[in-house]
């Protein structure tokens, strides 16, 4: 397939995802709809400057219009300022949904059961580390790896000694130092490598 036809099939899908009409892109890049159909048709090409305005529209890179199979795989070329915003946005829904989860769980508790189960909120202390070394790994390479596994560590300690209170199991807190030191250093081993 010829450059043309490549850009012309690209621009035209993601237009057409918008949902705007050529005269409403054109506007928007400050073009005439003439030249955005001449683009579409695959009679011409975008200039550079075009392609570059048009990727920050689209919130894509330049890559997307002249790859062939950028359709089949459009996350490959999300631009990385958007694929950012994209991955922060998703990991705080997620961690909003813990906070709710935990938030409808308290007032269940204190409606049908009549007792203040305030330690769902301290039970998502632990749950938003783990959905966050989750989305760590996944989105960012675990580079806050060190800082959520603590927080989980004793997040999880504490929601195990409050829940059980009245056991005194105040001991749990030794069982954290070692671990808390293993943490230490396997965040230093990973460092130095």
């Known amino acids: 397939m010829e450059l043309e036809q490549i850009v012309s099939t690209n621009l035209t899908a993601l237009r057409k995802q918008h949902g705007w009409t050529q005269a409403e892109l054109a506007e928007k890049i400050h073009y005439s709809d003439k030249s955005v159909s001449k683009w579409e048709r695959g009679e011409a090409l975008p200039d550079l400057k075009v392609l570059k305005t048009l990727a920050e529209l689209y919130g894509v890179t330049v890559d ?40 409808i769980f308290f007032v269940y508790q204190l409606i049908n059961n009549n ?13 938003t580390a783990f959905i966050l070394l989750y989305f760590d790994y996944r989105f960012f ?16 300690i504490t929601a195990v000694f409050l829940q ?6 105040w001991a749990l807190y030794f069982i954290g130092v070692p671990a808390q030191i293993a943490l230490v250093l396997m965040h230093q081993i990973r460092r130095s490598r």
Request: hydrophobic fraction near 55%.
């Open 64 to 103: 997307f219009f002249l790859n062939e199979n950028a359709l089949d795989e459009p996350n490959a070329y999300i631009a990385t300022e958007s694929k950012l915003r994209y991955q922060i946005w998703v990991t705080l829904l997620a961690v909003c949904i813990v906070w709710l989860s935990a938030t």
């Open 115 to 127: 007792t203040s189960f305030w330690t769902a909120f301290v039970w998502a202390v632990p749950g």
């Open 141 to 156: 390479h675990g580079k806050c790896r060190f800082f959520i596994c603590s927080v989980f560590l004793w997040g999880l």
């Open 164 to 169: 059980w209170l009245e056991y005194g199991l």
